[in-house]
DNA sequence: ACATTAAATTCGA
DNA sequence: TCGAATTTAATGT
């Protein structure tokens, strides 16, 4: 049975067939990806990547939640990124050839795929489509941060946490469909930089403007669009 | 920082 | 395997 056949029964097949750069594959070049792509379950808080750590392969969230971070001599962690389901990351320090800047930590229960860093680097060498659709990845990547600075000049609390809740189903980011996200409030201030009432308040103001819903251990999307343009003018 | 509530886990039948 | 009791996690003020 070859790879492709086999992809109807087996997550993994099936995940990479999902994915965004998929289509610009020829067949043998996608076989490779399956034949050397492996997947590891991580619980909720378990680290998956050590900071310092060698580069080794590029990632991918099946699914499940983590999160990109950094955690300072006191014991203060800041997270630069949270990375839903569906979702290919740590290409930058692949491409490098460094050891990763900073910590991937699972938010919640996990799976990750593992692509190791010589068929990734195979894959930008002998695919144009591929290594075209790495450098949309990581334009994408760079306006999120340049947006992300200019969202700490204005300091505007609710459009920054309507922004990093908006970037989070960014298509070519973060190409997952579901507009649920079982993420906690901590979380969110970490990820944008608030302490946890302070986003609790932002949510709250989100949730009356009939953006978002909040739940308990959860956040649902109610209007992206809506969203989106909350997080560019703010409406006070 | 503290009180409350939701959810997950344990335990006994 | 069911549900009450306990513990843990997240929310609300």
């Known amino acids: 049975m070859n790879v492709r056949q086999a992809t109807l029964c087996n997550p993994l097949l099936e995940f990479l067939a999902s994915s965004p750069w998929r289509e610009g594959l020829t067949d043998e070049q996608f076989d490779r990806v399956c034949a050397d792509a492996v997947t590891r379950t991580f619980v909720a808080g378990a680290t998956i990547c050590l900071r310092e750590s060698p580069s080794e392969h590029w990632l991918a969230v099946v699914d499940g939640l983590v999160k990109v971070d950094t955690v300072a001599a006191d014991g203060r962690a800041t997270t630069f990124a949270g ?19 900073y910590a991937v930590v699972a938010i919640r229960d996990s799976t990750i795929a593992f692509v190791p860093r010589a068929t990734f680097l ?56 579901q507009l649920r996200i079982e ?8 990820l944008t930089g608030m302490v946890r009432q302070t986003a609790y308040r932002a949510l709250h103001e989100l949730e009356k403007a009939g953006l978002i819903r909040v739940q308990y251990g959860s956040i649902e999307v109610l209007d992206l669009d809506g969203l989106k343009k909350y997080a560019l003018g703010a409406p006070t």
């Open 122 to 177: 195979w894959l930008v060498d002998n695919s144009h489509a591929f290594s075209r659709w790495l450098i949309d990845q990581l334009n994408a990547r760079l306006a999120y941060y340049v947006a992300l600075v200019e969202g700490l000049r204005l300091g505007d609390v609710n459009t920054r946490v309507a922004y990093c809740l908006a970037e989070l189903f960014n298509p070519q980011l973060y190409p997952n469909t």
């Open 83 to 101: 990375v839903p389901g569906g979702a290919w990351f740590g290409e930058g320090a692949v491409l490098k050839g460094e050891p990763r800047p």
């Open 183 to 190: 993420i906690s409030q901590e979380e969110i201030g970490r």
